[in-house]
């Protein structure tokens, strides 16, 4: 896997995936930003919790549930001195669906968390990863 990022200007950058997707990533204006784009941080929270919901997402599939929406709703904590590593990250799901079964969301999640996101894998090298959920109910 490959990307670039190229410098713009002060503390901005675009970053490039090798799969041609671009992303504009920028500083807070007290570092010398104008917050036009994504904390570069921010994408690791991103990241993990795009990781993980396609992980939820195709194992409800393959388990025939019929899933009308997925959110994941992130919480971080980060050191307070350099390098400011995340510290404890919290993931809560909220699934919708249609007479979800609450042990197949709870066994997805669990398994994205513990075998098939390498994002929240990595990221538990340095924090503590806790995930919870909710299911609500198609009307």
Request: aromatic share 4%; net charge negative.
């Amino acid at each position: 896997m490959k990307a670039r990022i190229k410098w713009v200007q002060d503390v901005m950058f675009v970053g490039e995936s090798e799969t041609g997707h671009v992303v504009v990533m920028d500083g807070a204006p007290d570092i010398g930003g104008r917050n036009l784009g994504v904390r570069p941080m921010e994408m690791l929270l991103l990241g993990l919790g795009g990781c993980s919901a396609i992980d939820v997402m195709l194992i409800l599939k393959k388990s025939r549930e019929a899933v009308d929406d997925c959110v994941v709703e992130i919480d971080a904590h980060r050191a307070a001195q350099d390098p400011k590593v995340f510290t404890q990250i919290h993931v809560h799901f909220v699934v919708t669906g249609k007479a979800l079964k609450e042990a197949t969301v709870k066994r997805a999640i669990d398994l994205s968390a513990e075998k098939y996101c390498s994002a929240s894998i990595m990221l538990g090298k340095t924090a503590v990863i806790t995930h919870d959920y909710e299911i609500r109910e198609t009307a």
